[in-house]
């Protein structure tokens, strides 16, 4: 299409791409983005803008997009109207649950689920059509071991402290690195400007990373942790401070209990004793404790890294307990929890339900569920395994666990074995192409946007929104129109009329509103559901909803009884968003602990302990090699890779290796190298490099566009190799069932050498597997 900027003009779209949110300012011409640069006027992002960001258009535009639904017609997905494609879910879906139960159809929530607003509005509503236990996200690959953490010390899992960037005196950083990650559970547009203006007016930055990333680089103190240990290390910290008196809680002391409980549970974690396996000296260590304590204000913040090991769990907890120690959780310029503009209205302080693990258990290998789900990585077991519950039906919203999850090998022959399975998806990949009936979302441009996970993680609160930049193509569905029609289609409904979909959204809002008239501390109490629903505002049901949550929320108008507060309409009125001001204090009001008080030493994080306490022990071979991730500036887990204007560069799936290793094992740069774990083995080119300390190497995830069947013409040209068939699944941290994906032993082999003139060999294509058609 010729450029014709006499019809260009701006909107407005806050960027999906990853947590930062920030605000983009679109350039459109007719019905496509030519431009994409920072909102200097956003009232959180102030401008900032990353490469992904830029290239938005690209990926809204990608030609590999499907823009019709697909539905599999003698084992060949096949392009189809959408009435088509939900009535084969009608048809499906309802006779398989008669036959089999509720338990034979699992549900699958990608990492987009938490970008988009359909993702957060419809899939508890599918669930509960559903009735199925069989629940599995991304957060067993990621955030899990936070939410148990959260769960255990303050009731709530959603309840994470997030480190205040912007005011804060030290930051001592772990297994995260926003310079790439932009950053995560700590949602901050320009998170490297943050980190530089902490440096900038005197705090100190710490950065625990056995890679010398690029956030470490700009720390004053890198440590080089072996990969794996960080539960030791800051159970030595933590040590430190009962063993030198270093405690101060703070305004919380009279909201904790345990304390004596910890000291006694950290008391053999020496700086000495854990030495060894962190490879840190206990000096350091001390100093760090010692730095930790004495900065007038300072937030300790753990990402991936510390996530997604053996001990996530107790590493997110100790976190926390530090934090809490210090006497920086929820003060200014320590860790604090956040209050979103669609939370629930804070209200006096009591006990609460407290938080339980393990309810109930998966079916094959007896994982407890934690936080309603069980672990993706016993996925394939659940789907291969027969018996009663099978899973036999599996509906996947925007999510690839073929190259996310572990052996997604094992992964892709279940998904070929389903008896039906559906994905909600803009791309034809490694996971969609199993499925029997494919529905894509449009693209950002025609979405609207609002964070309603975000900003309850977000380093300041504010509140903004954006409707679609362009209007929805001929022959698209708005993503909330596919998961309303998608509960409608899963409970037998053929042939549903625009009434029925909209009778999902008021099925929802009636289910808020009768709630919250009975609720004495709500502001509606007493009052007709009838009368608040006829006051609502918005064009589609997901505004109604969210006119709804802003109006019963923490800074709402709630239907009358503040009159300057939040609604849909004030919230439109400022396209730039509205600022809610620095993070405030929330201790007691935010515990729903059963005691009411943080509970620092919970019964499963003590029953965990010995676990811990048994790695102190343990010893590696001088050779031996631990394999962790890393993240790309310009990637975006498994589904960026077709973006050309993202692709190349030293954005590439290599087998980073420092160079004492390499020369051990007679490796060169440019050479291939073949890495073998638990699950199997992959081969990828060598990269030497100082930047990782020895006896570790790192691949990327989100690689391995090899499988036929997909359409993905630029990932496909450029495949790389699945970081996740080195696992076989059986790693986790038993607390969450998160995956291990970092510090995993390997073994690492020549497989070509570099040639003499130097010559990159190509990397030879892994044999196709067999595409499994149902
Ligand atoms: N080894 C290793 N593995 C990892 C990780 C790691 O660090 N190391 N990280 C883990 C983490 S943190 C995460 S979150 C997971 C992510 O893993 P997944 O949850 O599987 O997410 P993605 O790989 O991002 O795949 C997202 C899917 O959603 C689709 N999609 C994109 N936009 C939309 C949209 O608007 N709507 C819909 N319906 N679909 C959309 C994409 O096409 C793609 O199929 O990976 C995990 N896997
Ligand atoms: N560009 C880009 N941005 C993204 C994503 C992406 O794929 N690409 N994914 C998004 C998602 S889903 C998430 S969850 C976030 C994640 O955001 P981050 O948590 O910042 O993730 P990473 O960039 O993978 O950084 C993890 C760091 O942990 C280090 N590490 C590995 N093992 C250990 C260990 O045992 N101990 C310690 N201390 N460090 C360790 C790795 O070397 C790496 O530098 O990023 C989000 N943003
Ligand atoms: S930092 Fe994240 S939210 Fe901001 S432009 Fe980049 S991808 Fe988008
Ligand atoms: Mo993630």
Redesign the pocket.
């Known amino acids: 299409m010729p450029h014709d900027p006499s019809n260009s003009r701006t909107a407005l779209r806050i960027c999906p ?3 930062a949110t920030c605000g983009l300012t679109l350039t459109i011409e007719g019905a496509r983005i030519t431009g994409a640069r920072g909102d200097r006027d956003d009232v959180f992002s102030r401008g900032f803008i ?1 490469p ?1 960001g830029a290239s938005i258009g690209g990926l809204d535009a990608d030609p590999d997009r499907l823009r019709t639904p697909l539905v599999r017609k003698d084992g060949v997905l096949t392009e189809a109207s959408w009435s088509e494609a939900f009535d084969a879910i009608a048809r499906a879906l309802p006779a398989l649950t008669e036959e089999h139960g509720q338990q034979a159809v699992g549900v699958v929530l990608g ?1 987009p689920n938490v970008h988009t607003m359909a993702g957060a509005l419809y899939p508890s509503v599918l669930l509960s059509a559903l009735r199925t236990r069989a629940l599995f996200t ?1 957060s067993t690959l ?2 899990m071991p936070k939410h148990v953490s959260s769960g255990l010390l303050f009731g709530d899992p959603n309840a994470i402290p997030v480190p205040d960037l912007d005011r804060t005196d030290h930051l001592l950083l ?5 310079l ?6 700590c949602t901050a547009p320009d998170f490297p400007g943050k980190l530089k203006a902490l440096r900038r007016r005197g705090g100190t930055l710490t950065v ?4 010398r ?1 690029r ?2 680089r700009l720390a004053d103190r890198h ?1 080089a ?6 539960a030791l ?1 800051l159970a030595a910290l933590t040590h430190v401070l009962f063993e030198e008196k270093l405690t101060d809680p703070g305004a919380l002391t009279g909201h904790i209990e345990g304390l004596d409980e910890v000291a006694e549970a950290v008391r053999e974690f020496t700086p000495e004793a854990v030495a060894g396996a962190c490879d840190v000296d206990a000096a350091t260590i001390r100093t760090i404790a010692r730095e930790l304590a004495a900065a007038p204000t300072a937030a300790v913040y ?8 053996e001990h996530g769990t107790l590493a997110s907890w100790l976190v926390d307990v530090l934090n809490i120690l210090t006497g920086n959780l929820d003060r200014p310029g320590g860790a604090l929890f956040p209050l979103s503009a669609t939370a629930r209205a804070p209200r006096p302080a009591a006990p609460g339900k407290g938080f339980a693990l393990g309810r109930w258990t998966s079916r094959v290998s007896g994982h407890p569920e934690a936080n309603g789900e069980l672990p993706v990585s016993a996925l394939a077991e659940e789907i291969e395994t027969p018996g009663e519950d099978r899973i036999r039906a599996l509906i996947v919203l925007a999510a690839n666990p073929v190259l996310s999850a572990p052996d997604g090998d094992r992964l892709d022959r279940a998904l070929g074995g389903l008896d039906f399975m559906v994905s909600v998806d803009p791309y034809l990949n490694e996971t969609s192409r199993h499925a029997h009936v494919v529905l894509p979302p449009p693209p950002p441009s025609q979405s609207a946007h609002f964070d309603f996970a975000f900003n309850a993680l977000a380093v300041r609160n504010q509140v903004r929104y954006t409707r679609p930049a362009v209007p929805l193509d001929d022959g698209l569905l708005d993503e909330s129109e596919i998961l309303a029609r998608l509960v409608l289609a899963v409970s037998g409904m053929r042939g549903a009329d625009r009434s029925a979909v909209d009778a999902v959204d008021a099925m929802v809002v009636d289910r808020l509103l009768t709630k919250a008239v009975a609720d004495p501390h709500s502001p509606v109490h007493g009052r007709s559901p009838a009368e608040l629903t006829a006051d609502l505002t918005g064009r589609t049901g997901p505004e109604r909803r969210l006119d709804l949550m802003l109006r019963l929320g923490p800074y709402g108008e709630g239907f009358g009884a503040a009159p300057e507060g939040l609604t849909l309409q004030r919230l439109l009125a400022h396209p730039h968003g509205i600022d809610l001001g620095p993070l405030r204090p929330r201790v007691p009001e935010v515990l729903t602990t059963r005691s009411g008080r943080i509970e620092l030493l919970p019964g499963p994080v003590a029953a965990d302990l010995p676990r811990l306490r048994h790695a102190l022990a343990e010893r590696r071979g001088p050779d031996a090699l631990l394999l ?10 498994s589904w ?1 890779h077709n973006i050309a204007e993202l692709s190349g560069g030293s954005n590439v799936c290599t087998l980073q290796i420092h160079p004492t290793d390499a020369a051990r094992l007679g490796l060169a740069d440019g050479g291939l190298a073949t890495v073998a774990s638990d699950g199997g083995a992959v081969t990828a080119p060598v990269e030497l490099t100082e930047g ?1 300390r020895a006896g570790v190497v ?1 691949l ?3 690689w391995g566009h090899s499988r036929p069947g997909t359409r993905l013409s630029v990932a496909a040209a450029h495949p790389g190799v699945n970081v996740n068939q080195l696992l076989d699944g059986s790693r986790l941290d038993p607390l969450s069932g998160t995956a291990v994906l ?2 995993i032993p390997v073994t690492v082999t020549v497989t070509v050498a570099v040639t003499p003139d130097g010559i990159v060999p190509e990397v030879p294509k892994a044999a196709p597997p067999v595409v499994p058609t149902a």
Request: proline fraction near 7%; charged fraction near 20%; aromatic fraction near 0%.
């Open positions: 791409l990853c947590e990353c992904k990492n991304a990621d955030q772990l297994g995260a690195n926003p790439e990650s932009n950053g995560s559970l625990v990373d056995p890679r990333t956030t470490a440590v942790v072996r990969p794996g240990t960080d290390l753990g990402r991936i890294g510390s996530c997604t090991v962790i991730g890393r993240r790309h500036l310009r990637s975006n887990n960026l990782i790192s990327p995830h989100g970092n510090g």
